[in-house]
């Protein structure tokens, strides 16, 4: 049986055969002993891989986290992940490194866990029990539909990415790779909505037609507050408010009575200065702007509002020419790449520190334990627990050349604490900068349309 060498060290995902993998989660409340035992069986195993834990002693370790954490709330101890493969389709070894790598991508690194890949059956399948609260966050796991299907969206993406076949759970037969990315990129529910009310539009003369022109092609109704549509098999209505201005229930009422010119709300003035930048409308050969006078009507006042945001944001930057500009994308292109590297720099520090603190905690506490027990109970269960974490702890930290010590344990929670700041600080300076990037976006499209040429050719043009 093979095992990672390193329970901390980073692995990479090995390309293979054609797979399909089903995911299954499910919450642990009390037999966390039982649970890590039953994924260590030697002869279902073989591969094992860990994180910020050893696989000997994870129910301890994990009993300790959520001792520490026993404020953030919630009875569930930790939680089993179920990965199954389809029979003969992929290695152990392979099965093993996807596992791996899922967790990379589902778990960040923020959660221990033991991961053991079984061959006992006809499909090979991997095993995965982690920590229900997080040592690095100190937060409990979501656990709720939307983490599941994350949790199972990844585990297809690893397999799409490398052109492989993904069955989920419900379906059987497997998607396509293009069916796959087309979802993953929100040709879904939202665009097939908007077409099928355009379409609907087309042929209704009121709104009562429309809406019995939708029922027909099978969309189930909402009525209310905000008007919603819900496809077949589709699990949530999509307000129609969310799909774009012209799409909302008054519009989609104006434009089926007739096409007249949409409405302006009085009580929404013009206001340049005051509303959120957004793309204009381009209106050479736009179909819908051709179908609807009341949408060319509403896409002319919205590109002369935004036209003239856009032109007011440029003279805040203090830009007069597209030579500036350019510069000023460049420059605020290189201070998110800075911004970004110093983030990914500090996490790495923090998922090698974090686990190496712990482990030093745990040192510490244990060697307090034992030199306190008297002789007459050591040879209680509490006592051999103490006895193999304090055994595991020195293990762990021998091999990362680290002595321990009150003033190392105390050093190492400092620099930790330095670098969690330091990564609340660049989380917030991230965010500014990601929302000053969306808005150069729009600024660079707004621009395009406002010069009416490529902005590249003519870097000497004055706005």
Request: proline share 3%; charged share 25%; net charge positive.
């Amino acid at each position: 049986m093979g095992k990672s060498p390193n329970p901390y060290c980073k692995n990479q995902i090995q390309k293979g055969s054609h797979h399909i993998a089903i995911t299954k989660i499910h919450p642990i409340k009390q037999t966390l002993y039982k649970a890590i035992r039953y994924i260590l069986n030697p002869s279902k195993t073989q591969f094992i891989s860990s994180y910020a834990c050893a696989p000997e002693t994870a129910d301890l370790e994990f009993e300790l986290t959520l001792q520490v954490n026993s404020r953030s709330g919630g009875v569930n101890k930790a939680y089993h992940i179920i990965q199954s493969f389809k029979p003969d389709d992929t290695t152990a070894e392979q099965a093993h490194e996807i596992g791996k790598q899922l967790l990379e991508q589902h778990l960040q690194k923020k959660f221990e866990y033991v991961l053991t890949t079984h061959i006992d059956k006809n499909h090979i399948h991997n095993h995965i029990v982690f920590c229900a609260s997080s040592f690095m966050t100190h937060t409990k796991y979501n656990d709720c539909t939307k983490t599941y299907y994350q949790l199972r969206e990844a585990s297809d993406a690893l397999c799409a990415v490398h052109g492989l076949s993904v069955i989920p759970p419900t379906q059987n037969k497997g998607k396509s790779y293009h069916e796959w990315q087309m979802d993953q990129q929100g040709n879904s529910w939202k665009s097939q909505l908007k077409l099928a009310i355009d379409s609907c539009i087309k042929t209704s003369s009121s709104f009562e037609t429309f809406t019995a022109s939708m029922h027909a092609r099978g969309y189930e109704i909402k009525y209310g507050k905000h008007l919603a549509f819900r496809a077949e098999k589709q699990k949530r209505f999509t307000r129609v408010k969310t799909l774009g201005e012209s799409y909302t229930e008054e519009n989609i009422k104006e434009r089926t009575t007739g096409n007249k010119e949409l409405p302006i709300r009085k009580s929404k003035k013009i206001n340049p200065v005051n509303q959120p930048l957004s793309v204009m409308v381009k209106l050479d050969n736009n179909k819908k702007v051709i179908e609807s006078k009341g949408y060319e009507q509403w896409a002319k006042i919205h590109n002369l509002k935004h036209g003239a945001k856009t032109l007011n944001l440029l003279k805040e930057y203090g830009i007069t020419s597209i030579a500036e500009w350019e510069e000023k994308k460049i420059s605020h292109q290189e201070a998110m790449n800075i911004c970004t590297s110093e983030l990914k720099a500090i996490e790495k520090e923090l998922m090698h520190t974090q686990p190496m603190l712990k482990q030093l905690v745990i040192y510490e506490d244990t060697k307090k334990r034992i030199a306190k027990t008297p002789k007459n109970k050591r040879r209680t269960s509490e006592y051999e627990s103490t006895i193999l974490l304090f055994e595991t702890a020195s293990n762990t930290l021998r091999e990362a050349r680290i002595k321990p010590s009150n003033q190392m344990k105390t050093e190492l929670h400092q620099h930790v604490q330095r670098l969690q700041k330091k990564q609340q600080q660049l989380y917030g300076k991230n965010k500014r900068l990601k929302q000053t990037q969306k808005q150069y976006c729009i600024i660079e499209q707004n621009l395009s349309q406002l010069l009416k040429f490529n902005t590249k050719k003519s870097l000497d043009r004055e706005f």
